[in-house]
């Protein structure tokens, strides 16, 4: 019988970059679940304060300060309709748009940053 001693060394290295690939698409995956997540919050708590009758800038601030977390812009943030468009008993849309850039090595290349988008409509009182 010949000796083994290369084997594992050999087989380790064949699995190695799989297992990097899924570990690093579980993070992906992770990370574009807290973005949705935290998208969500912030369009919720925008729409809440336009529905309260707050001005756009209230609006676009409750936004970003709940986006804190994945750096939310107020540009990546839609009121619709704005400040003089908003009557009680209308609806108010809020609209988050952002890009997660993806940390998988190949999959980054192929498809670049995904774009995630959220929409919140709430009645104004």
């Given at each position: 019988?010949?000796?083994?001693?290369?084997?594992?060394?050999?087989?380790?290295?064949?699995?190695?970059?799989?297992?990097?690939?899924?570990?690093?698409?579980?993070?992906?995956?992770?990370?574009?679940?807290?973005?949705?997540?935290?998208?969500?919050?912030?369009?919720?708590?925008?729409?809440?304060?336009?529905?309260?009758?707050?001005?756009?800038?209230?609006?676009?601030s409750a936004a970003v300060e709940r986006g804190g977390s994945i750096s939310l812009t107020s540009s990546q943030v839609t009121i619709s309709p704005?400040?003089?468009?908003?009557?009680?008993?209308?609806?108010?849309?809020?609209?988050?748009?952002?890009?997660?850039?993806?940390?998988?090595?190949?999959?980054?290349?192929?498809?670049?940053?995904?774009?995630?988008?959220?929409?919140?409509?709430?009645?104004?009182?």
């Amino acid at each position: 019988m010949k000796s083994e001693k290369g084997q594992s060394l050999v087989e380790f290295a064949l699995i190695l970059p799989i297992l990097a690939i899924m570990l690093f698409g579980i993070v992906d995956v992770g990370r574009m679940f807290h973005t949705g997540l935290t998208m969500d919050h912030a369009g919720r708590e925008a729409a809440r304060m336009a529905s309260i009758q707050g001005s756009d800038a209230e609006v676009m601030s409750a936004a970003v300060e709940r986006g804190g977390s994945i750096s939310l812009t107020s540009s990546q943030v839609t009121i619709s309709p704005g400040e003089a468009g908003r009557e009680s008993g209308e609806k108010v849309t809020i609209t988050i748009t952002h890009s997660v850039p993806l940390v998988t090595p190949f999959i980054e290349g192929m498809t670049g940053p995904i774009e995630l988008s959220n929409t919140t409509v709430m009645r104004v009182e």
